[in-house]
């Protein structure tokens, strides 16, 4: 049995409302490769994600990010608007829990647009489990994204937001049917045709993991 835990901290605020938009909404995501992970592998991975997200109605442009300062540097635009960043860092905080695969930072209201996923966590799951790399990647990374745009408590009894993965859902995972709920799909399409894109975000973190 997979099991996932949250854990919270919270520091300051960040910038989401809204009302719902039925035909879907657009979601860039800036993705900084910090574990380097083998660019075919990360296209696949994001492909899984964005297979997931726009299932929910959500769809999402990828933009490939280097360290800030380097000449490659492709991100230096303001966090505004519906801009989300997710890092894949090559190991995990210390103190954290060897079922912790990712982290995703809010704020008190349950605001956020930066997220973690943890490179040595996905790859021990793929191997003690024999699934997809690429399959378990892109999944971290949707529920990542899914704790930013649903904010806290975001765990679900089903799903892909589920707190414990358990073998029927790494079933799922490799069928590419491990989903967001219909409810979960209009609250997040409500989040992202709501955000105002003249609102900065001042900083805002709390850890929404698995």
Known sequence: MLRFNALFIFIAVATFSGVGDAQGAQLNVSVYNDAGVAPPMLNKAE?????????????????KCSAPGTSAYPCDHPD????????????????MQASIFGVAFLSL????????????????????????????????????????????????????????????????????????????????????SGISETQELVAGRSLGSY
């Open 47 to 63: 492909f899984v994600a964005a297979t997931v997200l726009a299932r929910a109605g959500i769809h999402v442009t990828w933009e």
């Open 80 to 95: 505004i608007g519906r801009q989300l960043s997710l890092r894949i860092t090559p190991t995990t905080i210390r103190s």
């Open 109 to 192: 209201e349950g605001k956020g647009r930066y997220a973690d996923v943890f490179y040595s966590r996905v790859l021990q799951l793929h191997d003690d489990n024999k699934t997809s790399l690429p399959d378990v990647l892109g999944c971290v990374m949707a529920h990542e994204l899914g704790h930013l745009l649903l904010g806290s408590n975001a765990h679900s009894t089903a799903g892909i937001m589920q707190r414990q993965w358990q073998a029927a859902e790494l079933n799922q995972l490799q069928k590419g049917a491990l989903l967001f709920t219909h409810e979960q799909a209009i609250k997040m399409q409500q989040r992202l």
